[in-house]
């Protein structure tokens, strides 16, 4: 049973309804005839109104009220009047938030598929290697099944529908039925001035 | 100072806050744990790129001679392959591809991401070279 906060061998019966201490029958007083309070939360007006006998008693209660307001530091105070710990955990969290973000930013530049990159490169083949990997990344996701179309990478595993170079021209592709294997090639190959680029299932890379 | 019974309009603001911050941090949790491997991931970028600098000189080619490589791996027990592209030479019109076992220069490990523990069911391609580095088609956080 919890024990009276005053007299420490009384059993608790009420909680004060503004600071939460308990306490007993003997200590419990009424504010404005509603709320069950402690003596010190009604000191001002328990102290004007004592008489003698209870002047004692009250100096004790005040006692305990001021020590208690001691062990209180300013900064626990200051931090209770702007909802301090509050504030202190959002500075935290934006720390943690700021940290994981330099961290992340750290890891290098991600591979992505960047059409105008590609093209920067100066020639297909790389777009078509790249392309393959996410080929053959989405056969092993896929129980060894190839896309029936080249679009099918898309948003998945490529951020843009594949297309030659940022242009509009489509690569020509076409899964091998029962072979488990596809073909992946220029269109018009001619009119890149190289001869026809095409790469196997077994992710080779051949000319012909 | 009386202790205040409640939520004033403030603290909802601020537990709001708090709340969108953790979820911030909590999607991004993911993202950290995939970057915390990148430095075993970057081994096997370095073994690559030994490799990729053997054939390069076995070519008598320069590394910015290479359009692109990667190293391919196969499900059946068929030894791993390198795969080198390079520009035509100068006097030339047709590109170079060059393919080289894995293992010819010695071991090397295998040239997975650390974080991918699938079995492949067909052949996957793990790292690609392009552009002067090598990245990870496997996890965006791990290229060079």
């Known amino acids: 049973m919890t024990k009276c906060y005053y007299h420490p061998k009384e059993d608790a019966l009420y909680e004060c309804s503004i600071c939460g201490k308990s306490i007993c029958g003997d200590c419990m007083r009424f504010l404005d005839d509603e709320q069950v309070v402690c003596p010190a939360c009604t000191l001002e007006n328990a102290i004007d109104l004592a008489d003698d006998g209870n002047k004692e008693y009250l100096d004790r209660v005040h006692q305990l009220h001021e020590d208690e307001k001691k062990h209180e530091s300013k900064f626990s105070k200051a931090l209770k009047l702007i909802n301090g710990y509050l504030l202190l955990s959002i500075v935290l969290l934006l720390a943690v938030n700021m940290y994981i973000s330099n961290y992340l930013g750290r890891a290098g530049a991600p591979a992505t598929f960047d059409p105008q990159m590609f093209k920067l490169l100066g020639d297909p083949v790389t777009e078509m290697s790249y392309i393959l990997t996410k080929i053959l990344r989405y056969a092993n996701d896929h129980d060894g099944n190839f896309p029936e179309k080249l679009d099918d990478l898309f948003p998945d595993y490529l951020e843009k529908p594949p297309r030659v170079l940022g242009t509009e021209e489509q690569y020509s592709y076409a899964p091998i039925k029962g072979e488990e294997g596809f073909i992946f090639n220029l269109p018009h190959a001619d009119r890149f001035g190289y001869r026809k680029l095409y790469v196997t299932a077994d992710g080779i890379i051949k000319t012909e | ?144």
């Not at chain 2, 040239?111 to 991918?116: M, R, Y």
């Open chain 2, 1 to 144: 100072m009386k202790k205040r019974n409640g939520f004033t309009i403030v603290d909802i603001l601020f537990w709001l806050i708090i709340l969108i911050l953790i979820g911030q941090a909590a999607a991004r949790i993911d993202d950290v744990y995939q970057t915390h491997y990148r430095f075993l991931c970057y081994e096997n970028h370095t073994a690559l790129d030994k490799l990729l600098w053997n054939v390069c000189s076995e070519q008598q080619r320069e590394v910015w001679d290479v359009l692109s490589a990667y190293p391919v791996l196969y499900p059946d027990g068929r030894p791993a392959q390198l795969v080198v592209i390079f520009k035509p030479r100068v006097d030339e019109y047709e590109r170079q591809i060059v393919i080289e076992p894995l293992h010819r220069w010695g071991p090397i490990e295998s040239p997975v991401c650390p974080l991918d523990h699938r079995t492949p069911a067909t052949s996957s391609i793990n790292y690609m070279f392009y552009g002067g580095k090598w990245h990870c088609m496997y996890n965006k956080y791990h290229s060079e």
